[in-house]
């Protein structure tokens, strides 16, 4: 059964730092497009950051250009989400999602998706 699960959300403070992990189990993470999305209330889903399953393609939203980073460890068959100098707009809940191909970084590209995980930016 394929599975992403994350972890590393929580309540953060404007400026400061969080690490979202997503762990795959049931296939292997190397040879799929994996992506990074959060949806705000009253918002829809959008891409945060994309890779393709080489690494050699990545987008990343104007809003988080700079500040946020996508990355995989193969070995551990995990992504992560490096986010920097967090914004109160930032606050969303962040989905973790592979996608067999490399598409767009749209929701309807990817067909996995973790359960997601609330990242919370308030002083």
């Known amino acids: 059964q394929l599975q992403l699960v994350e972890s590393g959300g929580g309540l953060v403070q404007p400026g400061g730092s969080l690490r979202l992990s997503c762990a795959a189990s049931?296939?292997?993470?190397?040879?799929?497009?994996i992506g990074w999305f959060r949806q705000a209330p009253g918002k829809e889903r959008e891409g945060v950051s994309c890779?393709?399953?080489?690494?050699?393609?990545?987008h990343y939203a104007d809003s988080v250009k700079g500040r946020f980073t996508i990355s995989r460890d193969n070995a551990k068959n995990t992504m992560y989400l490096q986010m920097n100098s967090l914004k109160p707009e930032d606050t969303a809940v962040y989905y973790c999602?592979?996608?067999?191909?490399?598409?767009?970084?749209?929701?309807?590209?990817?067909?996995?998706w973790g359960q997601g995980t609330q990242v919370t930016v308030s002083s």
């Open positions: 999602a592979a996608a067999p191909r490399t598409g767009a970084c749209t929701p309807h590209e990817y067909a996995y």
């Open positions: 049931g296939f292997t993470l190397r040879y799929y497009a």
């Open positions: 890779s393709s399953n080489s690494g050699g393609i990545t």
